[in-house]
């Protein structure tokens, strides 16, 4: 926050400067967006080797420690602030590369989900933007406030703070990769040849630089049409709601912490936008307009920011921050070119003629995301509706090492219709669920079982020749899918049978793909609720769930030893025995070994 109230002070205190200069032609602020993006755009291979190769926290330190020195120096003589501008870009160009590749390693070592770390740092930069643009014209020396003429001390005391804020900054997760600098150079095109190739990777930048470029210049053309119905004073108010609205949007955002849901939120957000662009450019500035932009932008922003973050290898974090800054800035000036332009060429002669244009920018936007994310989306929508019924935990050691990406197979004890949905709540990825066709043939089950959970259909028969269904889960695992599957192969029909015997399936699975590691887990609070056989079939005659608490415990994923998988009785009881001692973490007795033999004999 220090470093980008430090930034937009010195931004909107330069803006200023040039302004009242002789010879300024009202280009001022375009020339101090100009000169403070430079550094981000051409220097990009070079600010990406540094943060690849040297240890973040001291890149952070180092690039603090000089936009210090280079606010001293200009301070102490009478130069012109662009200028110091133009010098300060060159260490916050290093700086914010820096910060976005942390994020991942401070995200794993503080356990936390890393969309809810993107979206505190993004909510607090959206303050920082609309509180250093206040210092600045507050610092303005004809303003008559009480900080004209001490913007100096303050822009020395804001890269104080941004100094000494980046001294702890060191996470143990965090990876970088000395190299020399040649080699670093190159290091760079071939990381970005790496992202490129990445399909998770590139489809997330893509996004994001897309989005952040249609909502700011949406920002200006709300500025500009609303420049001719309303005063100076309202509408600087009206700025102030657009940067209360994104950081609520931000922390929204921040509130769905699982990376694939959180990507729910992008088509929602870009709804938003178009209606609010829309209602502007027919109806005329509105006082909410501005809160409503910043908000749908916060939807946006965090979510695919951190879906970058997390794609982008971990040796790569330092070049793939410089590249997502590149292609933000690249794509933000092409569509600002664009409509200075067709303002120029007479196309679009005013302000509700862009606002009309970037509406419906907006509108394929929205049309793009709802067609990529509208699974994650309808995931968003029922865990929201969901939420007043369960409180869904997750313990065990499990539960911050499950690999997020490459084949996991994850079995479980079923009690509850629910089962999948909340063990989906805590798995930080997609997971392909097996379900009987019992209850995959519901008519609106069986469409979102397809179209959205891509869940295995398991034929409901107790004596078969074929098994299709195996060889699907196993085409899952080798594309590096996550299977879901539930042993016992039937919901839990008594009180005093907390497990059956698992069937043949989940060792057919593993005789095909026997390095694949296995998660255990023990769902506990699902029996007894409206969607068990607890004193009735589920949902019949029973109450609606409240705020029921359901514990899930994780035993650490792993490989079963190639011996034991040559005995499918013996996988099959090892399973089991695992899932019944994830019950330890949650504080519950775990059976004995003849206790388990009786399950198996009673199955």
């Known amino acids: 926050m220090a470093r980008v109230l430090a930034d937009w002070c010195l931004r909107v205190t330069a803006f200023l400067s040039w302004s009242g200069a002789a010879g300024s032609d009202g280009d001022a602020w375009h020339v101090a967006t100009a000169v403070f993006i430079a550094p981000f755009v051409l220097l990009a291979p070079f600010n990406g080797c540094i943060n ?10 180092g690039s603090a420690a000089f936009t210090l020195l280079a606010v001293s120096v200009f301070a102490a003589r009478p130069w012109p602030w662009m200028i110091c501008l133009g010098v300060v870009a060159l260490g916050s160009a290093i700086y914010s590369p820096a910060r976005y590749a942390l994020l991942p390693a401070a995200a794993e070592d503080a356990c936390l989900p890393l969309p809810r770390v ?23 020396v004809g303003s008559g406030t009480l900080l004209a003429g001490h913007v100096v001390a303050v822009l020395l005391g804001l890269n104080v703070l941004s100094l000494a804020a980046a001294f702890p900054a060191s996470f143990p997760a965090d990876v970088y990769r000395p190299e020399p600098p040649a080699q670093a150079i190159a290091g760079f095109f071939r990381d970005s040849v790496r992202i490129g190739r990445q399909r998770a990777a590139l489809g997330s930048l893509l996004g994001l630089a897309c989005f952040q470029a249609l909502v700011t210049a949406s920002a200006g053309a709300l500025v500009q049409h609303s420049l001719e119905q309303i005063s100076t004073q309202e509408l600087l108010s009206a700025m102030v709601l657009m940067g209360v609205g994104a950081s609520l949007g931000c922390l929204t955002a921040a509130w769905q912490g699982h990376p694939r849901r959180s990507l729910g939120l992008v088509p929602l957000g870009a709804t938003g936008l178009l209606l609010v662009l829309t209602v502007h450019a027919l109806a005329g500035p509105t006082s909410w307009s501005g809160f409503v932009l910043g908000f749908m932008g916060g939807l946006v922003n965090v979510p695919l920011r951190a879906a970058y973050q997390a794609a982008t290898p971990a040796d790569a974090r330092g070049n793939g921050m410089a590249i997502m800054n590149t292609a933000i800035y690249i794509l933000t000036t092409m569509l600002a070119l664009l409509l200075v332009g067709l303002v120029r060429s007479g196309i679009l002669r005013t302000p509700s003629a862009q606002l009309g244009l970037l509406a419906v920018l907006a509108g394929v936007a929205a049309l793009v ?39 996991l197979l994850i079995v479980a004890n079923h009690a509850a219709y629910l089962d999948p949905f909340w063990l989906c709540k805590i798995v930080p990825r997609k997971v392909t669920p097996m379900m009987t066709s019992v209850f995959y043939d519901l008519p609106l089950i069986r469409w979102s079982m397809v179209h959205i959970v891509g869940a295995i259909r398991v034929p409901e028969a107790h004596f078969r020749r074929e098994a299709p269904e195996l060889r699907e889960a196993v085409a899952v695992l080798r ?88 005995d499918q009785h013996a996988t099959r009881h090892y399973l089991m025995r695992m899932c019944l001692e994830c019950r330890r973490y949650l504080g519950l007795p775990v059976p004995t070994g003849e206790e388990l033999k009786t399950m198996s004999r009673n199955a």
């Open 479 to 566: 594309q590096g899918g996550c299977v879901l599957i539930f042993p016992e192969a039937q919901l839990r029909r008594r009180e005093d049978q907390l497990l059956r015997m698992f069937g043949q399936g989940v060792w057919r699975i593993l005789q095909e793909m026997p390095q694949t590691p296995v998660l255990a887990c023990w769902i506990e609070g699902g029996w007894g609720s409206f969607t068990s056989y607890f004193n009735g079939p589920p949902l019949r005659g029973k109450r609606l769930d409240w705020w029921r608490r359901i514990d899930i415990a994780l035993e650490t994923p792993h490989v079963l030893d190639p011996a034991l998988l040559a």
């Open 118 to 140: 993107n979206g505190w740092i993004e909510m607090g930069g959206a303050a920082a933007i609309v509180g250093g643009a206040a210092l600045g014209w507050a610092g303005d």
């Open 369 to 407: 995301a709802w067609r990529q994310l509208f699974p994650q989306t309808v995931e968003q929508v029922l865990e929201v509706l969901l939420a007043p019924m369960y409180r869904v935990r997750a313990h065990g050691p499990g539960r911050d090492r499950i690999p997020r990406e490459g084949p």
């Open 52 to 61: 690849n190769s040297l240890p973040r926290r001291w890149v952070l330190v």
